[in-house]
């Protein structure tokens, strides 16, 4: 099964349900791209590094609420079987640093995938992240649809 690393974006999208330039709920939309991994199409990978990102964010937006929906939505993917957790190290942030010291956190996601062995980084992104394409193909979810 191939694997698919899934960017902070990706998620905080689905669960805060916000609104595209298309006046279309995004979350809706993204519903079809997490069934890719509750029918197990792909293995869903994150980092810890993506947890953090989209607790911060829940928290500096004041949706704290949504932190359980997210926790409970990895719990499910543990429960099938179907996600890698990756943590970072040291070692992760100086490549990360290396590859782009303009824009680390985005780095950091393609190091991490990287290094799982991705095929996949799944972004909305995709203008922030199309220099790293050298690294792993970068593709938006509902491309993958």
């Known amino acids: 099964?191939?694997?698919l690393y899934v960017d902070s974006c990706v998620f905080i999208s689905y669960l805060t349900n916000e609104m595209n330039t298309f006046n279309s709920f995004k979350g809706e939309r993204y519903y079809s791209f997490f069934d890719l991994f509750y029918n197990k199409?792909?293995?869903l990978v994150i980092s810890t590094w993506v947890i953090i990102e989209v607790k911060r964010y829940f928290k500096s937006k004041n949706m704290d609420y949504l932190d359980s929906l997210f926790e409970n939505m990895i719990?499910?993917?543990k429960s099938i079987g179907n996600i890698i957790?990756?943590?970072?190290?040291e070692e992760d942030k100086l490549k990360?640093?290396?590859l782009d010291s303009n824009n680390y956190p985005d780095a950091l996601h393609v190091i991490l995938a990287h290094k799982c062995n991705c095929s996949l980084l799944t972004t909305e992104n995709i203008v922030d992240f199309i220099k790293y394409k050298h690294l792993i193909e970068i593709i938006h979810p509902l491309d993958l649809m």
Do not use: C, Q, S, V
Not at 85 to 89: C, D, E, S, T, W
């Open 1 to 3: 099964m191939k694997k």
């Open 41 to 43: 199409t792909y293995k």
């Open 75 to 77: 719990d499910e993917f």
């Open 85 to 89: 957790i990756l943590r970072f190290n």
């Open 96 to 98: 990360a640093r290396g």
